[in-house]
C-alpha cells in the first residue's frame, strides 16, 4: 500500500484528506492510483488508511503513531558537491537518519551555500523517500555553519569519521547503543576533515574514529557508518 505524508492543514483529518495539487498530481499521475484505492497517509501524529475517491482521501481507519525507540540519529554531513547532496538526502533518509546537519566545512567545495532557497526542494526529496521506505516520521534537516553548532548532551555518542585514524575504529563504539539519547556521525566532504577541525572535536571529547584502511568516497562512508548503526540499534 502506497504512504503519503501529508502537511497541509486539515479540518477533519479523521474523517477526509483534503490533498495538495503536488499529492494529487503524485497519486493520480505518477503512481496512477485509481479511485476506490485505498492508500495510507501520514499526518498529525495519526497513520491512516483511507480510499481515494478521485479527489481526496475519504478516511476508513486511524490509530496514533508509537514514539521512536531507541536513540536518534544525528548526520553531521560537510556539504558536498551539489550533484551528490540529493542522492545523500534519499539514501540517509532511507537509512532512518533523524536530523540531517548539513555543514559548511572548510573543504566544502560549494560556498555561500543558500540553504533556504534549496530547503523546498530538499524536504520534498527526504518526503518521497520517506514514502518509498514506510516511515512514520520525516526527517530534519537544518543548516549548519561551524561544528560549534553542533550541541550534543552528557547522555550522546559523537563519533568523527577520519581517515588518517589508526588507533580507533566505528565498530569499537557500536554496542549497546540503546544507553544513548542521540548518536552524532560528523563526516567531511569530498576531501575530508581538516585538522583543525578534528583538533576542535577532539577538544570537545568527541570521539574520532576510522571505518577501516580503504579510504571511501563521503557518501559511501556515510552510507556504511548508518547502516551498520542501523544494524546495531535494531
Not at 61 to 78: C, F, M, N, S
Not at 144 to 161: M, Q, W
Not at 175 to 195: A, F, H
Request: charged content about 30%; aromatic content about 10%.
Amino acid at each position: 500500500m502506497h504512504r503519503f505524508f501529508i502537511t497541509n492543514n486539515q479540518d477533519n483529518p479523521t474523517e477526509q484528506i483534503i490533498l495538495t495539487d503536488d499529492c494529487f498530481y503524485q497519486i493520480s499521475r505518477a503512481l496512477r492510483i485509481t479511485p476506490n484505492e485505498d492508500i495510507e497517509i501520514v499526518y498529525g501524529g495519526l497513520k491512516i488508511i483511507g480510499n481515494f475517491d478521485g479527489e481526496k482521501v475519504i478516511v476508513k481507519a486511524y490509530d496514533k503513531i508509537k514514539p521512536k525507540k531507541g536513540p536518534k540519529t544525528i548526520l553531521v554531513q560537510g556539504i558536498p558537491k551539489n550533484q551528490k547532496i540529493s542522492m545523500i538526502l534519499q539514501k540517509v533518509t532511507e537509512l532512518d537518519v533523524d536530523e540531517i546537519l548539513l555543514w559548511d566545512s572548510k573543504r566544502s567545495v560549494i560556498k555561500a551555500f543558500e540553504f533556504e532557497s534549496r530547503e523546498e526542494r530538499y524536504n520534498k526529496i527526504i518526503r518521497e523517500a520517506a514514502e518509498q521506505t514506510g516511515r512514520d516520521e520525516l526527517p530534519i534537516i537544518k543548516y549548519i555553519s561551524n561544528l560549534n553548532e553542533v550541541g550534543p548532551g552528557s547522555f550522546d555518542l559523537v563519533l568523527v569519521l577520519y581517515e588518517d585514524e589508526e588507533k580507533h575504529y566505528i565498530r569499537d563504539y557500536l554496542t549497546n547503543l540503546n544507553q544513548y539519547e542521540n548518536i552524532y556521525i560528523i563526516i567531511g566532504p569530498e576531501g575530508g576533515i581538516t585538522k583543525d577541525e578534528i583538533e576542535f572535536s577532539e577538544s570537545k571529547g568527541w570521539n574520532i574514529v576510522s571505518i577501516g584502511k580503504n579510504i571511501l568516497r563521503t557518501d559511501t562512508a556515510i552510507f556504511f557508518a548508518l547502516s551498520s548503526i542501523m544494524l546495531n540499534k535494531n
